[in-house]
């Protein structure tokens, strides 16, 4: 397999943990994602992704697929263990919400490509877009925190094994951490980052800093 990706990328970071806890390597094929010249924008990669995001990943048997939600829950059909679904179809429906909740929600707002168009289109500087990502984060995680604290039974977001709500959270949480959101004004996502920091899966795959 071969995974196209981005480093700062939360979406990224959300399959290259999915690997990880599969036990399942993916060759990596780097894709620049900021400014106006990134490679994310340009006719190659956009030839190979139409929407030209990351993270993309070639299939063994050729086929691309996009989206972290879709590329995550193919990884765990292709290798069943550690499942990433939790064993009920409630708790599947929560952990889907969740991971939708922050990647349609609150990831959708933020990307480079958003930023690009706030400083062309009404002239954002660098603050007033870093203004504009801590308001659409803390509006959407403390939803998410809402979400969990009324549901919450086990260690992690549902349950007492990772999930692909947790694989969600977890990049976006170590972002507004960067952001300067204090995670401890939403204490159940707090404590599960905590908790998943702890486990090299997630910690060694971390979305890295923008530099």
């Given at each position: 397999m071969k995974l196209y990706q981005n480093e700062i990328s939360s979406a990224t970071s959300r399959v290259r943990i999915a690997l990880a806890l599969k036990g399942l390597t993916a060759e990596?094929?780097?894709v620049t994602i900021l400014g106006e010249n990134s490679e994310s924008r340009q006719a190659g990669?956009?030839?190979v992704n139409p929407q030209g995001l990351v993270p993309a990943l070639l299939t063994d048997s050729g086929v691309l697929?996009?989206?972290s939600l879709a590329i995550v829950e193919y990884l765990d059909e292709i290798k069943p263990e550690p499942r990433l679904l939790p064993d009920t179809a409630e708790g599947r429906a929560l952990a889907r919400s969740i991971a939708l909740a922050i990647a349609a929600e609150i990831?959708?707002?933020l990307p480079p490509r958003i930023?690009?168009?706030l400083k062309t289109a009404f002239q954002a500087d660098a603050d007033a877009i870093a203004a504009w990502s801590r308001h659409w984060v803390g509006e959407?995680?403390?939803?998410?925190?809402t979400m969990i604290a009324g549901r919450r039974q086990g260690a992690f977001v549902v349950g007492d094994r990772p999930s692909i709500a947790d694989i969600f959270l977890f990049p976006q949480a170590i972002s507004a951490r960067r952001l300067g959101l204090d995670l401890t004004q939403w204490p159940n996502i707090a404590e599960i980052v905590a908790k998943l920091e702890?486990?090299?899966a997630f910690h060694e795959n971390a979305p890295a800093p923008r530099k």
């Open positions: 990596a094929l780097p990669y956009r030839s697929l996009t989206q990831h959708a707002l930023g690009l168009h959407g995680m403390g939803a998410v925190e702890a486990i090299p």
